[in-house]
């Protein structure tokens, strides 16, 4: 009953996730050239396959299996990688976006520019406790490296080290701190990776600590 750009702005808000951010629907809309389907919105409400927010009009699919559907429809027409680049697109570079940018753009086939966003993403997701989804997108960015041609002394490489230094348990990461450590935060500094000397920083500023050295932790965190 509904024209086909409607669909395809489904096929759209099923790429951005389960939850659907108003802003950032009419966001990938109007990159995609589409209009909002005020019809068929009204009728995915009236049937309760989705759910709306009173607020700020975002909205939510209910049923699991339709956003997978909907997914299994994107893959059959081709449209994964056109639908995933466009949304990688228009998600502002903000913390809690990056883990959801990072999977973009690698369904996006932008593998490249997805190995930063992915060492991020790790480092987010192990911060907060998600040691699962840590793992899997250390997993999903190491498979992307394998078939990658990257410089042993880059960025991309210094990433790989500091992704293994989060997911190792205390005491391997300990005995990577001692062992590599400071090898680790000159790399950083010499590509001038302000996040990974961050990240490089507390790390040897916790091993300290661990080790008693208040003073040297003191330093870590303060300089």
Known sequence: QHHE???????????LGNNVQR????????????????????????LRLIVAEQRGKDWSFVHSLL????????????????WSSLCADILPDKAHNVARKARLLAAANRTEEALRPLRDAVTEEYSVGEWGRAKALSDLREAILATTSVDPRGIHALGSEITRLYLADRDGRHEILAARGEDLFRWAESLNDWDAMSLLRLSLGDF????????????MFTS
């Open 5 to 15: 750009d409607a669909a395809l702005t489904i096929e759209i808000a099923a790429t």
């Open 23 to 46: 802003g950032e629907w009419v966001a990938a809309l109007n990159s995609a050239g589409l209009s909002t389907p005020t019809d068929l919105m009204s009728d995915l409400l009236r």
């Open 67 to 82: 956003r997978a559907a909907v997914l299994d429809r994107i893959q059959q027409q081709g449209r994964t990688q056109r």
């Open 208 to 219: 300290s600590l661990a080790k008693g050295n208040s003073e040297e932790a003191q330093a």
